[in-house]
């Protein structure tokens, strides 16, 4: 490396400045009305979200049905492959495989026989419980206790002197039930006898733990003889209509005005033969037939349509139901239903509906009430398939919009978009529509910085847009205070824009955290803690503080100046090795002694050499840094590539705390790029094993461009993602003016707040959602690191001060009165 004598540079100020601007709110300027349904929630069986989550059931593979494949997959070494049969848009197969982690027959039970034991435990389908439910465990036992043991959903929650129901279909000896600790030790047991000696009977039992255990398990034990078990269930006691209190309470915290269900690619399946159908849903537990989930596991279904809608009304939300359109799920494998089939389909819809508000004069309403209500459940949105996109999705949307309006009128239909956008083929195809689902996953600080996304779109449309999946999910951990910032300010576009934005739901809901299926999720639990993401709070925030319209608010703002890109220097690589040589650094033009101790590595193997600085590990994200607080410099160096995947990057600092990143080989070793929060900028690109290539790049202000062997590849600005963003509306029932003020930067920002034309109370409050952190976030040790505090606001009038604190989300409710 070459080493030169440490000449002066300058370092950024460390010192936050407080940003300055006014915000004016005139309450003459009246804008949009606010939906009432503006925020729902969007469940989807995804990361045990429902089975081993919201759905209170402790026993995994209860019916024992779980190592069964999914409906028209083949299992080919060790993956399941879906018929190689054409995508619905495109026409050619798809060659898509999903990982088969099903290790036995009886995945979530173990078969547990003393050493050298003539007794037998086998799974059989000898004597089916129910069409739904053919597999049955057979046991021959000699009297040494043979027992089954299910660890339920990585373990089951027991809380000392609670009460555990259990019940289970028995043919043939006694059995004893027990709850297990962790140990195995028994902490609760029941003895259970089929006195019917024919056929299956149903038992029950009620068990109370002697011991607290986040572990536990359930233990059958069996006597002397030959005996039949199956569909084997285990409810806490303490349960709201089959569902876990503590996730109930998270997502009614929400006040969601309407629940999106049951999916998400889940709707579609990997097949379209495995596509959930409403209708095996209902009725005996025993008799549902699970489906399976996309995501890589299957769905008893004892949380079904029918328990889904009474969940809506139980906890006052309209009910969106989702259904497939005859089309599986697009990533998997785009398999579906031919055009004749489409009528038995949408038959098949109209009768859901029915199900859901038919008179009970009629077959399914006659069904609904022989299940228990008469009265219908509030179903007023149906939507037609989930991202799925094109003309010819269109037309079949249509097909179902006219049979469904022909019946059911006020019934809402939704056309589902692809992802990011509005699928303007479709909708046209659809000819009339209610409502437009689009869904938008956006990288970190992608929100802050296109703060005006829904300003631009067109005024005219003939459909009211939903949002019903978003989130910003990418490179903010599992979902951090920066997440949490880009989230609300994704919403505070959706309210400014609520002439044409009527309904959103953030995605997914529910993880837990030991099937993790989606990188960034709401509200993370285990089978006995539960904790709110920062997002979670942001969420609940803009629920609770619904203005029912907007008003026109002006804000002026300007954050104090920065350096720019700003920051140390950095070298890294990503599942590759290599070498990086002749490293010079120059800032307004004088050299800086970039020498070989003052390099931090991170992460990854890093070595000075004779050859150069290497990094000899072939991990992902190795990075090593030098300095900090450099600004508007020239870096240039030489980088090869020893071995891997992929090519070098260089980091020429920091875009407010962020770092900025010029890829070389990246992607696969098929782009170059300049990163920033994902790709800002992207142009084909390659690396060859052990070639020296020139690096420069060069910073001014915000500024970068970057060179390879000589020739400009990139120059940029990436915009400020620290603005301050705002919105502001009026709470007419409260007699309120909601302002919603978010601050992304490291600075303060302090407003003046200006109310022309207004009676303003002297008291309000404000309640804000901060971290001095960005990368900070709840979990389960801290599970209020960041969460919502309200404080009161005193010596308010109609010029007021406020100052915001960095990285906050703050809600101001201030009693006002329009004098004009
Ligand atoms: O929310 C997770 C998934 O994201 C949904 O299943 C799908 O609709 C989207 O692609």
Known sequence: ?????????????????????????????????????????????????????????????RGFEDANLPPACKLQNGFLIPPRSNHFWENHPVDYKLAWDVPTNHPAWSFEVPDGSASTIELVTERPLSKASPHAVKVVSNGDSPKIVNHGFWGMSFKKGEQYDLS??????????????????????????????????????????????????LAITFSKGTTYVDFVSLFPHKNVRGLRPDLLKMITDLKPAFVRYPGGCYVEGITIESRPQWQQTLGPLEQRVPTYAPW?????NGFGYHEFLQFCEDIKADALYVFNCGVSCAFR??????????????????????????????????????????????????????????????????LFYDAIKAKYPSMKVILSSWISGIDRAAINAAEKIDIVDEHAYTGANWAISHADHFDRYPRNAEYDLYIGEFACNADVANGNMLAALNDAAYMLGMERNADIVKMGSYAPLLENINRREWEVNLIHFDSAKVFGRASYYACRMFAENLPDQMISAQLDYKPTETKGIVGPIGLGTYGTSAEFKDIK?????????????????????????????????????CWSYFGDGYHDLTLSLKARKLAGGEGFVVSPGEVEGKRLQF??????????????????QMVD?????????????????????????????FKHTPVRADPVLTNAGYDHAKGELVVKVINPGSESAKLTLNLPG????????????????????????EPNKIVPVTRSLTGLSNSFIHEFAPHSISILRIPVRRTR
């Open 585 to 621: 650094l120059e800032i307004d033009g004088k050299p800086v002694d970039v020498n070989q101790a003052g390099w931090k590595p991170r992460t990854g193997d890093w070595k000075v050499r004779d050859t150069g600085y290497a990094q000899l590990s072939q991990d992902w994200d």
């Open 685 to 713: 690109g390659h690396v060859d094993t052990d070639r020296w290539y020139d690096i420069r790049i060069v910073t001014k202000g915000r500024e970068v461009t970057t060179y390879l062997d000589g020739k400009q590849v």
């Open 663 to 680: 890829n070389v080989g990246g992607w696969g070793n098929g782009k170059n790029t300049l990163e920033l929060y994902g790709a800002i």
């Open 296 to 300: 890589g596991y299957w769905n008893s």
């Open 333 to 398: 494998s785009g398999t579906y239903l031919p055009d004749e089939e489409l009528p038995g389909l949408i038959q098949n819809t109209l009768d859901a509906i029915e199900y859901a508000v038919g008179p009970t004069s009629t077959k399914w309403g006659a069904l609904r009430a022989k299940n228990g209500h008469p009265k219908p459940f509030p179903l007023k949105y149906v939507e037609i398939g989930n991202e799925q996109s094109g003309a010819r999705y269109g037309k079949r949307v249509k």
């Open 1 to 61: 490396m070459k080493s030169a004598s440490i000449a002066g540079f300058a370092l950024a100020s460390a010192i936050a400045m407080a940003g300055e601007g006014t915000l004016t709110i005139d309450l003459d300027k009246l804008g949009p009305k606010v939906s009432k349904s503006m925020y729902g929630i969007f469940l989807e069986e995804i990361n045990n979200a429902g089975e081993g989550g919201l759905y209170a059931e402790l026993v995994q593979n």
């Open 758 to 781: 207004a009676e303003v109370g002297s008291k309000g409050t404000v309640t804000s959602l901060s971290s001095p952190d960005l990368t900070a976030e709840n979990s389960f040790d």
């Open 168 to 217: 289970l279909f028995l043919q043939g000896s006694p059995v004893k039930v027990s709850l297990l600790n962790a140990k195995g030790e028994e902490i609760g047991s029941a003895n259970l006898t089929a006195s019917n000696k024919k056929g299956w009977q149903k038992l029950s039992a009620k068990l109370v733990a002697k011991e607290t255990d986040p572990k536990g398990k």
